[in-house]
């Protein structure tokens, strides 16, 4: 199958092309930047283009059977007007663009397209499975309108799958990336009361969900892409610094001090969604990494070597 992928090289696109090609598939992504080989997975092919503007780049979508949708700019920043701004066009912008390519397709493609687990909103102990209603803060108004932009691709007779995604853990880079100094320094320390849950996914069990997706001829409409077993802040906290041989008992960080410093992007830390992926159980794919301490064990493994 041929694929085109925006958002790429990036830390979820770029394990995805590996895994495209891996798996056998021609895939071509499409890249903003000017150094196009450095970019480049071994084996794909690269075309340049801005995915918020039309351009040359929607007619390179004709010659593939399906769009892998993975564009948008990190929403792990202080939520400033001007960041709302980017992390809204980055998004719907693309997302629009994409639509409007396929139109002339005649149909019979695929199209996958992100979205997030920000889309239920902050519903607490909540168990949140595909077809719960959205919420109504600022990442959930992005996620749904997000969405409303790909289905339309629907009317061209399009088959449309959204995976909504949550954290994606990798040895390297991501939120994890992050928080790895810190916790083998021994200052790891839960968020806020602690109590929130963290709703993730491996990020090879992720390529695997998409991948699944892609093959699955039957499959469309949201897809929560999310380990089968979400997780309190507290209790992840816990997991990494057992898997990184490190103490994890600082007293938590105020939620006062994490809106101070990240306004209301600290919300999103502090609230958290349960999540479970139940149509991709439903329809059969197995996990290779279900319970968060495999994981973690797994990717500081990987994060060693």
């Known amino acids: 199958m041929r694929v085109f992928v925006t958002g790429g090289t990036g830390f979820v696109g770029g394990a ?14 499409l890249t903003r930047g000017g ?11 690269m075309i340049r283009g801005d995915p918020t503007l039309q351009g040359p ?15 948008g700019a990190s929403i792990f920043r202080r939520w400033t007007r001007k960041a709302k701004d980017l992390i809204v066009e980055s998004r719907i912008g693309t997302t629009k663009n994409v639509v409007s390519a396929l139109a002339g397709s005649g149909g019979k493609k ?8 920000g889309y239920y909103g902050f519903r607490g102990d909540e168990d949140l499975k595909e077809g719960d209603r959205p919420g109504d803060d600022f990442l959930a108004s992005v996620c749904r309108r997000w969405e409303a932009e790909a289905v339309k691709a629907r009317s061209f007779g399009i088959r449309v799958a959204i995976c909504r995604l949550g954290i994606v853990l ?19 320390s ?14 090879e069990d992720l390529v695997r969900m998409v991948l699944f997706l892609l093959e699955g001829e039957d499959l469309e409409g949201p897809f929560n892409c999310t380990a089968p077993e979400p997780v309190k802040n507290r209790d992840f906290t816990r997991a ?16 006062l001090v994490l809106r101070l410093i990240k306004g209301e992007f600290g919300s999103v830390l502090l609230e958290g969604q349960r999540v479970r ?3 991709f159980l439903d329809a059969g794919f197995e996990f290779r990494f279900p319970a968060i301490r495999d994981a973690l064990y797994d990717l500081m493994e990987r994060e060693r070597s």
């Open 16 to 29: 995805l092309s590996r895994g495209l090609l891996e798996a056998g598939h021609e895939v071509t992504v």
């Open 35 to 45: 150094k196009l080989a450095h970019e480049a997975p071994p084996g794909a092919a």
């Open 57 to 71: 780049w929607q007619e390179e979508i004709l010659r593939h059977d399906a769009v892998i949708n993975l564009a």
């Open 110 to 117: 695929i199209l996958i397209s992100a979205s997030a687990v």
């Open 170 to 188: 990798a040895a390297r880079g991501g939120a994890l990336g992050k928080m790895i100094p810190i916790f083998k320094k021994g200052l790891g």
């Open 190 to 203: 839960p968020l806020g009361s602690g109590r929130q849950w963290f709703s993730w996914v491996h990020r």
């Open 240 to 255: 990494l610094a057992e898997a990184l041989g490190r103490s994890a008992f600082l007293p938590p960080v105020p939620g």
């Open 277 to 279: 992926p139940s149509r």
